[in-house]
């Protein structure tokens, strides 16, 4: 799946980038955490409920990253909750199934059937792809402009 972004207010950002020198990871991690929180709060809307472990256990995780202003954060089913999602069978209680996959992607019945899934998480993303963008580029507007005021350089 390629996604193809075309940011506007990119120009105004570059130049207060500029002035600035460099940026702080606090504000790329801050910019990039506060986008993707909203992802997850849609995905939990769009999840199916049937005792709520599944839109509990959506959460936002941050890759780690070794190159200075990126920061990643992917949404994730929580891994604590493993002993909920994972399904458990045969003899020796090999893991045969894990529910938040199941329900985002589908599954294969008994009787060899394709159950869809949901692509609540999926649907959560597209449709959020201008509100990522506009949290990011704001955010980081922001915080930048108001590290230059704090520096004097306006």
């Given at each position: 799946?390629?996604?193809?972004?075309?940011?506007?207010?990119?120009?105004?950002?570059?130049?207060?980038?500029e002035?600035?020198?460099?940026?702080?990871?606090?504000?790329?991690?801050?910019?990039?955490?506060?986008?993707?929180?909203a992802?997850?709060?849609?995905?939990?809307?769009?999840?199916?409920?049937?005792?709520?472990?599944?839109?509990?256990?959506?959460?936002?995780?941050?890759?780690?990253?070794?190159?200075?202003?990126?920061?990643?954060y992917?949404?994730?089913?929580?891994?604590?909750?493993?002993?909920i999602?994972?399904?458990?069978?045969?003899?020796?209680?090999?893991?045969?199934?894990?529910?938040?996959v199941?329900?985002?992607?589908?599954?294969?019945?008994?009787?060899?059937?394709?159950?869809?899934?949901f692509?609540?998480?999926?649907?959560?993303?597209?449709?959020?792809?201008?509100?990522?963008?506009?949290?990011?580029?704001?955010?980081m507007?922001?915080?930048?402009?108001?590290e230059?005021?704090?520096?004097?350089?306006?």
């Amino acid at each position: 799946m390629s996604v193809y972004l075309r940011v506007e207010g990119m120009n105004k950002l570059a130049k207060s980038l500029e002035e600035l020198g460099k940026v702080p990871q606090k504000y790329v991690t801050s910019a990039s955490r506060k986008a993707m929180t909203a992802v997850k709060n849609q995905s939990k809307e769009k999840a199916p409920y049937e005792t709520g472990n599944l839109r509990q256990g959506i959460i936002v995780k941050g890759e780690k990253s070794h190159d200075k202003g990126k920061k990643v954060y992917r949404i994730i089913f929580d891994p604590r909750m493993n002993d909920i999602f994972q399904k458990k069978s045969g003899k020796y209680g090999e893991v045969k199934g894990y529910y938040p996959v199941s329900q985002e992607y589908g599954f294969f019945s008994r009787a060899g059937n394709y159950i869809p899934g949901f692509r609540f998480v999926h649907k959560s993303f597209d449709s959020s792809l201008y509100d990522i963008e506009s949290t990011i580029i704001d955010t980081m507007q922001t915080k930048i402009d108001a590290e230059i005021r704090k520096a004097g350089l306006k």
